[in-house]
Structure formats: structure tokens, C-alpha cells
T-cell receptor, first 111, second 114 residues
Framework: GENVEQHPSTLSVQEGDSAVIKCTYSDSASNYFPWYKQELGKGPQLIIDIRSNVGEKKDQRIAVTLNKTAKHFSLHITETQPEDSAVYFCAARQTGNQFYFGTGTSLTVIP | GAVVSQHPSWVICKSGTSVKIECRSLDFQATTMFWYRQFPKQSLMLMATSNEGSKATYEQGVEKDKFLINHASLTLSTLTVTSAHPEDSSFYIC??????????FGPGTRLTVT
């Protein structure tokens, strides 16, 4: 099956700086890669996703890049704000199959 | 759009009793719903996949007789934890999909078994 690795496990940045979280996957058949933000005591919230036919996608301060050859994808958050502090999970999925999640990154934005 | 609700948001029950958790897709029909369990500071662990009108598919190691899943309609799936024990205490999260790639998570249910 698919194996998704996520790094780093914890990340602290100063407010206004950028944050980058990286994930790798093992199954070349995976074709959908979402990122979720989870605040304490809440369910994960989809913040951005990318499909295998696209290399990059951006939504305001958030962007995701995908390198299919290397089987890795990254989340980029620019101009970080304290409200960006949360746990972020990446995931990989092949159409019709289950989602495989990374182990999560705890992001802390220091005011 | 794509809102998923869960009820209750938290529940405390005594050991040996059963607890039912509901997962509803509020503004779309969910052909597939997933149930996850999450331990503190850990990732989501898939328990089972349910499709409307058919039996749930359980992941290896998940007791289907203990965690009963019923996907009665395209907007409702329920998870019943039978004969709950303290080790069943956890955060249970459902998610639902519309048939495409995306899945949307509910807010989670915190179960505490005393």
C-alpha cells in the first residue's frame, strides 16, 4: 500500500515568515494530494489540494507544489499569522481508494 | 458547501455501555463515508469505509462487532461503540465524499469511557 512521510513534525516560525512542510509518497498511482489543517479539539479542514496533472496550485497565502517524478509534494504558507498555528496533515489518494495520511506537523507561529 | 456534522461532539459513558455517534453530510449526498480514530498528537487511523446501502469495510485490526457502522442513507452514517471500555476512549472523526476525490471531515466526537 501507500506510505506517506511528512516532515518536519514540529515547526516554529516568526510571524510574517514563511513555513514549508514536505511530504513524500511511495505509490506512483496516487493522483490526489490534499492538505488539512486541524485545530485543537476539531476535525481536519481541507485547506488546499492538488491533482497529479498539476505541478503547482496557489490560494492566497497558501500554495502546494507537486513533483511526481520524485514523489513529493509540499505546502507553502507565506506571511504567516498566529491563527495559522495548528497541526497540518498531508494525504495521498488513488481514485476510489482510501486516503493515506502523513504523521502531521505542528506549526507554531510566534507573534 | 460540503459541510459534515457529527453528534454528539463529546460523550462520557460508563464501561460496558454502548454509544452511538452520528455523522451527517448537510448539503450534499455522500456516497462514501469514512470513520477515523485519532489518539492525542497522532495522525488519523482509518477504521472503516462505509458505502450507502452496503456493509462497511473494516481495516485490519478493527473489530467489526465492537464498532458497528451503519450507512443508512446518503446523508447519514452511524458508528456504535458496543460494550465500551476505557481503552475505547478516543477522538472519533468521520469524513464524507461526494464521489470525487475530495473528502470533508466532521468536527469529531470525543468519547470518554469511565
Amino acid at each position: 500500500g501507500e506510505n506517506v512521510e511528512q516532515h518536519p513534525s514540529t515547526l516554529s516560525v516568526q510571524e510574517g515568515d514563511s513555513a514549508v512542510i514536505k511530504c513524500t509518497y511511495s505509490d506512483s498511482a496516487s493522483n490526489y494530494f490534499p492538505w488539512y489543517k486541524q485545530e485543537l479539539g476539531k476535525g481536519p479542514q481541507l485547506i488546499i489540494d492538488i491533482r497529479s496533472n498539476v505541478g503547482e496550485k496557489k490560494d492566497q497565502r497558501i500554495a502546494v507544489t507537486l513533483n511526481k517524478t520524485a514523489k513529493h509534494f509540499s505546502l507553502h504558507i507565506t506571511e504567516t499569522q498566529p491563527e495559522d498555528s495548528a497541526v497540518y496533515f498531508c494525504a495521498a489518494r488513488q481514485t476510489g481508494n482510501q486516503f493515506y495520511f502523513g504523521t502531521g506537523t505542528s506549526l507554531t507561529v510566534i507573534p | 458547501g460540503a459541510v459534515v456534522s457529527q453528534h454528539p461532539s463529546w460523550v462520557i459513558c460508563k464501561s460496558g455501555t454502548s454509544v452511538k455517534i452520528e455523522c451527517r453530510s448537510l448539503d450534499f449526498q455522500a456516497t462514501t463515508m469514512f470513520w477515523y480514530r485519532q489518539f492525542p498528537k497522532q495522525s488519523l487511523m482509518l477504521m472503516a469505509t462505509s458505502n450507502e446501502g452496503s456493509k462497511a469495510t473494516y481495516e485490519q485490526g478493527v473489530e467489526k462487532d465492537k464498532f458497528l457502522i451503519n450507512h443508512a442513507s446518503l446523508t447519514l452514517s452511524t458508528l456504535t461503540v458496543t460494550s465500551a471500555h476505557p481503552e475505547d476512549s478516543s477522538f472519533y472523526i468521520c469524513s464524507a465524499g461526494q464521489g470525487g476525490s475530495e473528502q470533508y471531515f466532521g468536527p469529531g466526537t470525543r468519547l470518554t469511557v469511565t
